[in-house]
């Protein structure tokens, strides 16, 4: 069966600590994206892959970290420095990065910092 | 990549056809129109693009206009579980090949 997953579905952690999100895909897809969404609003870019060991900002990166080892997987460790870091997190492939590819979703990780 | 307006809410008949409108005034030539929906705490769904022809596939219908500054998504015989959030997102090739989702339509289907 393939898709996205990510995990957990619910994260909650106490200020001050990193906490890592897993986005793992078997869809062979090149390209790997980061999403934050926050309550009413729409999705905002945080890092994108567009292929191996390779990635780049997106437009709300600071306070986050990605590592690209495997094409398959694409971590994002929220950090300590992320001021606002409760939000809804969406993880997201595509074929690759170029040209006119939908990007395919995950289910999304719902973290929560008190 | 060009703004989208769509309205912020419609209702529909269950077995009726749902009717998403769109507009994109200021599209450019390179730019696809795309439809996406979110249904609550989910992840984003796609469900069809297109660039200037008319596109249809298992789960819906893209109607673009000739002059191609809007579209309509056709559901054609909605269901309950098509009730969502429908984002219309225009998108180029540049940069990131980010997704810009506003604030859509948030589609009921009634019973």
């Known amino acids: 069966d393939g898709g996205i997953t990510q995990s957990p579905k619910y994260l909650f952690r106490k200020e001050g600590q990193n906490v890592t999100l897993s986005c793992e895909q078997n869809?062979?897809?090149?390209?790997m994206y980061w999403y934050r969404q926050d309550p009413g609003q729409g999705l905002r870019l945080i890092y994108y892959?567009?292929?191996?060991?390779?990635?780049q900002k997106g437009d709300i990166a600071e306070g986050y970290s990605v590592s690209r080892e495997k094409k398959e997987s694409f971590p994002l460790t929220v950090t300590s420095a992320q001021k606002n870091p409760t939000a809804f997190y969406l993880c997201?492939?595509?074929?690759?990065?170029?040209?006119?590819?939908?990007?395919?979703f995950g289910p999304g990780t719902r973290l929560t910092v008190t | 990549d060009a703004k989208t307006t769509q309205p912020p809410s419609m209702d529909c008949a269950e077995g009726r056809a749902a009717n998403l409108p769109c507009n994109h005034s200021t599209i450019s030539g390179n730019e696809y129109v795309y439809w996406y929906r979110q249904i609550h705490s989910q992840g984003p769904q796609y469900i069809i693009h297109g660039l200037k022809n008319n596109e249809t596939n298992e789960m819906a219908s893209l109607i673009i206009t000739e002059d191609r500054k809007s579209s309509t998504l056709i559901l054609p015989h909605a269901t309950l579980r098509d009730t969502a959030v429908y984002y219309c997102?225009?998108?180029?090739?540049?940069?990131?090949?980010?997704?810009?989702f506003g604030q859509g339509t948030r589609l009921t289907i009634n019973p």
């Open positions: 892959s567009q292929i191996v060991n390779d990635f």
């Open positions: 997102i225009v998108r180029g090739f540049g940069g990131a090949q980010k997704l810009v």
């Open positions: 997201a492939s595509s074929v690759t990065a170029r040209g006119p590819y939908e990007q395919y």
């Open positions: 869809l062979n897809h090149d390209a």
